[in-house]
């Protein structure tokens, strides 16, 4: 069973930077596309990046591209969200997640991940 646990949450400032992480305690991911969400208060969950099992391909939400960089380290079983210049809607849980089934792309749609970690707070202040 996939345990996915992310890290690197935090407070930062506008303009700042923050590295969410995101590792599979259980079983390796590195066969899985990975992707991040996140979700407001008082909002629906909301695509952020994904990248596909080899590391190759990745696609972004128009909100963060440019600013935001997933990246995977496949021997680590782990997954990076590298944010920069953040602002204050960014604000909102980060949520980590590994796509149903092997060899697989990048997905923009939350359907089709069936792994998902607990979330970590990211707040970013004006």
């Known amino acids: 069973q996939v345990q996915l646990v992310e890290s690197g949450g935090g407070f930062v400032q506008a303009g700042g930077s923050l590295r969410l992480s995101c590792a599979d305690s259980?079983?390796?991911?590195?066969?899985?596309?990975m992707g991040w969400f996140r979700q407001a208060p008082g909002k629906e969950r909301e695509f952020v990046a994904s990248i596909s099992w080899t590391g190759r391909m990745t696609t972004y939400a128009d909100s963060v591209k440019g600013r935001f960089t997933i990246s995977r380290d496949n021997a680590k079983n782990t997954v990076h969200l590298q944010m920069n210049s953040l602002k204050p809607e960014d604000t909102a849980v980060y949520y980590c997640a590994a796509r149903s089934g092997a060899w697989s792309l990048p997905s923009r749609a939350p359907a089709e991940y069936g792994y998902w970690g607990q979330g970590t707070q990211v707040t970013v202040s004006s």
């Open positions: 259980q079983r390796t991911i590195s066969n899985n596309a």
